[in-house]
T-cell receptor, first 111, second 111 residues
Framework: GDSVTQTEGLVTLTEGLPVMLNCTYQSTYSPFLFWYVQHLNEAPKLLLKSFTDNKRPEHQGFHATLHKSSSSFHLQKSSAQLSDSALYYCALSPNAYKVIFGKGTHLHVLP | DPKIIQKPKYLVAVTGSEKILICEQYLGHNAMYWYRQSAKKPLEFMFSYSYQKLMDNQTASSRFQPQSSKKNHLDLQITALKPDDSATYFC??????????FGPGTRLTVL
């Protein structure tokens, strides 16, 4: 079946250091992949999406590359900011009207 | 103006009672969804609808029944409420397999 795996439940790092949040997936189709960010007491909102293999979408300094060969869509940023502290979800859409979210990774950026 | 309206924002119910969560979207999207998020579980897909037709159902319990009176409305009726139903319920919408836009959520507490 279709699934999304985010291996880290919590990532804590110091402001200015690089960020990498892992996301791997399994799907029998060619899914669309997304990253959503959720700040405390807010709704999730889209951070990045990738509809094309090996294209690198970017937003707010974050980027991710979809690699079908390794079934991965890791989220990266070169320098973390305090405001990046949030819950990050990787998600896939294997077909119309279905979206599967990973368990989420809490990113905690320290001053 | 808010594009996705959820009512109420907060809801307290007693065990065994029935409640209806309201969702309306004004984005012109053709798909609507319900998600649940609790301290125990991450963002959990429940239902998807398109033009008032159920497209996918990942909720095992029949106590949860979506209701669509108009194509931009998708309410969620929950019967025989249990304390474990306590969660934030998010409504979302999308156009085909594009990004999900989430409403502000309804925080349900069952006593």
């Amino acid at each position: 079946g279709d699934s999304v795996t985010q291996t880290e439940g919590l990532v804590t790092l110091t402001e200015g250091l690089p960020v990498m949040l892992n996301c791997t997936y399994q799907s029998t189709y060619s899914p669309f992949l997304f990253w959503y960010v959720q700040h405390l007491n807010e709704a999730p909102k889209l951070l990045l999406k990738s509809f094309t293999d090996n294209k690198r979408p970017e937003h707010q300094g974050f980027h991710a590359t979809l690699h079908k060969s390794s079934s991965s869509f890791h989220l990266q940023k070169s320098s973390a900011q305090l405001s990046d502290s949030a819950l990050y979800y990787c998600a896939l859409s294997p077909n119309a009207y279905k979206v599967i979210f990973g368990k989420g990774t809490h990113l905690h950026v320290l001053p | 103006d808010p594009k996705i309206i959820q009512k109420p924002k907060y809801l307290v119910a007693v065990t065994g009672s029935e409640k209806i969560l309201i969702c309306e979207q004004y984005l012109g999207h053709n798909a609507m969804y319900w998600y649940r998020q609790s301290a125990k579980k991450p963002l959990e897909f429940m239902f998807s609808y398109s033009y008032q037709k159920l497209m996918d159902n990942q909720t095992a319990s029949s106590r949860f029944q979506p209701q669509s009176s108009k194509k931009n409305h998708l309410d969620l009726q929950i019967t025989a409420l249990k304390p474990d139903d306590s969660a934030t319920y998010f409504c979302a919408s999308s156009q085909d397999r594009a990004e999900q836009f989430f409403g502000p959520g309804t925080r349900l507490t069952v006593l």
